[in-house]
Each structure stands twice: as structure tokens, then as C-alpha cells.
């Protein structure tokens, strides 16, 4: 089985590991978390470097170069997922890390830089609603008030540490030590058309649209769906309805993405008026100030529509990573690869985040596309080819190359 087939056939073993019945769930600090990062651990030792868990529950692997003092390039992504994801997004990138150390120590090929492959812990901020908090940990960004948040249970995050045998005291030894950082890459599928759309297989990511998320709250006045007359109701569904509606217009009208993907109301019984909903909200741009504006309009509206209908509302953000810009001597060299496998190169930015976002306060960095298939992504249709993934691993591979020879220039110059 040649490499690629490998990677596929291991995103497939870790999709078994899930916390759901049917479709795959790996949440922060949960047994299947820390299953996944156990068997990754055994494919990055059987690959030749030796593995570690840090403080934040991220899974490493380093093959070290023979310099002790040398510089580290980090390759890596996530293995956390969304509810019933599909197999590639973030694991895709670790496995392929894995696979190019293998290459890599099979031939007993000695780099100048220690070259650490990561599995970061929790991007998506499914339990916990903060996302990148691996990745935020490891650039000396924890934020304490984190170890208060609380999942969809009640359980705090520092509870949930201390289940799964972690000091969540301890999470800020994760951070690194960033002026032994060469830089960060990332291979990561599309989750959109572009390159399908393209006929190509990979490509060059340029920036990621920066994000912020909030838990929007709209109270009002729970009551008898039979007897209270609709002019006298503080129906805090209808009013989120009214909310929600506005969100999707103010983001058409100023070209952003704005996302309403989880809704609940209380007390939740269909014969009772509905007297407190919470919603999320996710809000993204390439540009962060016109994101910015865009928001405090949401918020405009919100006060507008439960000062009309006599409600109260609460704003809350969980989550905020500035947009990115990629490295250009990265992206070069990216490039240069994909040519070399004569391919066109097409840049393209990156609506989803990744956690490039969270290292790029600490170090450089850069991200390869692969296409999938109709850029289906967070679902169970997530599909990708060997073929693709071949050639991500030999482009992957090239750029390493490439690397190190610009490290041997700029040594003699
Ligand atoms: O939400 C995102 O963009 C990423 O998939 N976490
Ligand atoms: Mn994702
Ligand atoms: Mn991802």
C-alpha cells in the first residue's frame, strides 16, 4: 500500500473513534479525544520520532534533527471534529505530516531543523464554544477565564481537564518557545469548490477570514400558547426569528458570511409561549473592520427588535481570531512545488479557520488546499482522492526540500 492509500486508510480507523453512535464526534477533553491522539501517537513512533502529549491535551511528534539547537518547523492540523463530521477535516493534515517523516526516515534523510508534527486538540470549539484553544495554548495565548466555560452538561473546562488527567493549571507550560520556530504549515482540504471547480488538486492558501463568534440571549415572557392573545406576548422565539432574518440580510447587503447554527428555545414545550432563546452566531471576513462594522449593525438590530417587542437581550462573544495573512517566502515555495508537479498554482483565501490562525501571532505560516469533493465539508460526504493526496504529500515534500535548501543559501550568504 503505497502512502497515500495509508493516510486514507488511517483517517478511516480514526473516524471509528467517535462519541456518537452513528457519524463521528471527537470533542475536547473526552475519552475519544484522547483516544485518537493515542493511536496518532503510535503511527508517529512507528514512523520514527518520539511523542508527547502537552499540557493542553495536543498530541506531538518530533523527528529531531541531529543539531540539538536547531530551529523546529512545525507540520500539523487538528483531530478534533464537528457533530457527525466527515474523516478529512484537520486529520488529513496530521496524518500527512506523519506520512512525510516516514518518507523522510525511511530514507534516513537528516534535516538542519527539527521537524515536529502536531494534533491539535480542539479547533473547532464544538464543546467548549472558544475554537483554536490547542493551537492558542502552544502560542502562550490561554485565556484564564477559559477554564470557566462551561459545555452543553454544566461541566466546566477545568473539570473536564481534570477528568481526563490533565492540570488545566498547568496549560500555560504548552506555550512554545517562539524564537525556535522555523514556522507553521498545515494541509488542510478546501471545504469549498474552488479547485474542484479548477480541476486541480491543491493550492496555495494566501490569508484566513478572520471570525468572531457570540451566544446571542433574548428573553422575554414565558406563557399559555392557549390564552394569551398574541398583542400581549414577549414571544422570544419570534422576536430571535426577526433577529436571525436581519442577520442574513445585513450580511448579503455587505458581501460577508454570517451563521446561525445552533437554537434553542425554553421552556421548550409546544404549548407554551417561549420565554428564553439562545442563539449562536458566527460572523467572518477577509476584512476584520468591515466584520467589525457589520456586527455592531447585528447588535443594532437586536436592541431595535426587543425594544419593539418589550424583551431583553444579552450579547456574548466566545470566540475572536483576526484574520491572516500567509507567509510570502512560504507561499513561494508552495508554489514552486506545485509547478514542479506540473500543476498550475492558483491562490485562493480561506473562508474557514484553521489553526494557522492561533500560531500566526507566534510564527509564520502557511497552508496547502486539497480538493474535496464538491467542497462538501463538516458532513459525513467529506471525500477526497488518493490521488489528490499523493500528490499534497510529494508537493509537501518538495516545499521541505525547498526549505531546506533556502536555509543552506541564506547560511552562506
Ligand atoms: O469553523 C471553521 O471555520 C473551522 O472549520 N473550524
Ligand atoms: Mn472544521
Ligand atoms: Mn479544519
Redesign the pocket.
Known amino acids: 500500500m503505497d502512502q497515500a492509500e495509508r493516510l486514507l486508510q488511517r483517517c478511516d480507523e480514526l473516524a471509528r473513534v467517535s462519541g456518537l453512535e452513528s457519524g463521528i464526534l471527537r470533542a475536547y477533553m473526552t475519552p475519544e479525544h484522547l483516544r485518537a491522539n493515542r493511536i496518532v501517537s503510535g503511527w508517529m513512533q512507528a514512523a520514527g520520532m518520539h511523542s508527547w502529549f502537552d499540557q493542553a491535551g495536543n498530541i506531538w511528534g518530533r523527528y529531531p534533527s541531529a543539531d540539538a539547537k536547531a530551529k523546529t518547523l512545525i507540520i500539523g492540523s487538528h483531530l478534533d471534529t464537528?457533530p457527525n463530521a466527515g474523516k478529512y477535516?484537520g486529520i488529513l493534515g496530521v496524518l500527512a505530516g506523519i506520512e512525510l517523516v516516514d518518507d523522510l526516515n525511511k530514507n534516513q534523510v537528516q534535516l538542519p531543523f527539527h521537524l515536529d508534527v502536531v494534533g491539535f486538540a480542539d479547533?473547532?470549539?464544538y464543546r467548549f464554544g472558544a475554537?483554536l484553544l490547542g493551537s492558542h495554548a502552544i502560542a502562550g495565548n490561554w485565556k484564564p477565564d477559559w477554564n470557566q466555560l462551561t459545555d452543553r452538561n454544566g461541566i466546566t473546562l477545568s473539570a473536564a481537564f481534570a477528568e481526563s488527567g490533565f492540570d488545566i493549571e498547568a496549560v500555560a507550560d504548552a506555550a512554545l518557545d517562539s524564537s525556535n520556530l522555523l514556522g507553521y504549515w498545515e494541509l488542510h482540504i478546501e471545504?469549498g469548490p474552488v479547485l474542484e471547480d479548477l480541476n486541480l488538486p491543491v493550492g496555495v492558501v494566501t490569508g484566513i477570514a478572520g471570525?468572531r463568534r457570540f451566544e446571542l440571549i433574548v428573553t422575554g415572557q414565558a406563557g399559555h400558547a392557549g390564552t394569551v392573545p398574541m398583542d400581549l406576548r414577549q414571544d422570544a422565539l419570534v422576536a430571535a426569528a426577526e433577529v436571525i432574518q436581519a442577520i442574513e440580510t445585513l450580511a448579503v447587503e455587505n458581501k460577508i458570511v454570517a451563521t446561525v447554527g445552533r437554537i434553542s428555545a425554553k421552556p421548550g414545550g409546544v404549548n407554551v409561549i417561549p420565554g428564553e432563546v439562545r442563539f449562536s452566531l458566527?460572523v467572518r471576513s477577509e476584512n476584520d473592520q468591515l466584520r467589525d462594522r457589520v456586527i455592531v449593525m447585528i447588535e443594532d438590530q437586536m436592541k431595535a427588535v426587543c425594544e419593539r417587542r418589550g424583551l431583553r437581550y444579552q450579547i456574548e462573544e466566545t470566540h475572536a481570531a483576526a484574520a491572516v495573512r500567509c507567509d510570502e517566502g512560504f507561499m513561494n515555495i508552495f508554489s514552486t512545488a506545485i509547478k514542479a508537479c506540473g500543476y498550475d498554482v492558483h491562490r485562493l483565501v480561506s473562508g474557514?479557520?484553521?489553526d494557522a490562525m492561533a500560531l500566526a501571532s507566534v510564527c509564520k505560516v502557511a497552508m496547502l488546499f486539497m480538493r474535496c469533493k464538491k467542497g462538501i465539508s463538516?458532513h459525513p460526504d467529506e471525500s477526497v482522492t488518493v490521488a489528490d493526496t499523493a500528490v499534497s504529500l510529494t508537493v509537501l515534500k518538495q516545499a521541505l526540500f525547498a526549505l531546506v535548501e533556502s536555509l543552506s543559501i541564506e547560511a552562506r550568504s
Do not use: C, K, M, P
Open positions: 464537528v477535516d479547533e473547532e470549539g475554537a471545504q471570525a458566527d474557514a479557520g484553521h463538516h
